[in-house]
């Protein structure tokens, strides 16, 4: 994935997270962007498409939504295996952006419910999923 495209993504995830700090985005690798808020407090912001992409339809959804679940799982662990590198740049947090085009136009309304009160064990600070098609986002809870 080319870096114009990531941040094509990561503007359209600042657009819709009305909490998105203020300050001047810096595009690297591991993480892919850094948002530089204060000249020594940064966020580390690793983008990544939702595992499981097989599973898609021709529009970009995913042809079974239940599954969801089990691909943002995935996800997550295959980028718990890089946090070493994230944090040897001492960086004051961590998110993950997971991206996909959408869910499903006739997603259960109870997982899209769900997606906001989930629990996922992992490293990251924080950790959000965006349907790109449908400008949607969601907040995964991390501990």
Do not use: C
Not at 21 to 41: H, M, N, Q
Not at 68 to 79: C, D, F, G, S, Y
Not at 111 to 140: Q, V
Request: proline letters at 3%; zero cysteines; hydrophobic letters at 40%.
């Amino acid at each position: 994935m080319d870096k114009q495209y990531e941040k094509q993504i990561l503007l359209q995830f600042a657009d819709l997270y009305g909490e998105f700090p203020k300050g001047k985005l810096v595009a690297g690798e591991s993480p892919d962007f850094l948002l530089k808020i204060k000249p020594r407090k940064a966020i580390g912001i690793e983008l990544t498409e939702l595992k499981g992409q097989d599973f898609l339809n021709h529009t970009g959804s995913l042809i079974e939504p239940q599954n969801a679940l089990i691909h943002i799982e995935h996800t997550i662990r295959a980028k718990e295996e890089k946090l070493y590198l994230y944090r040897k740049k001492k960086l004051y947090q961590l998110w993950l952006l997971i991206h996909l085009n959408s869910l499903s136009p006739g997603i259960n309304f109870r997982l899209s419910n769900k997606l906001n009160k989930l629990n996922f064990n992992s490293g990251f600070d924080r950790i959000f999923l965006i349907e790109l098609a449908r400008e949607r986002l969601y907040e995964l809870l991390s501990d």
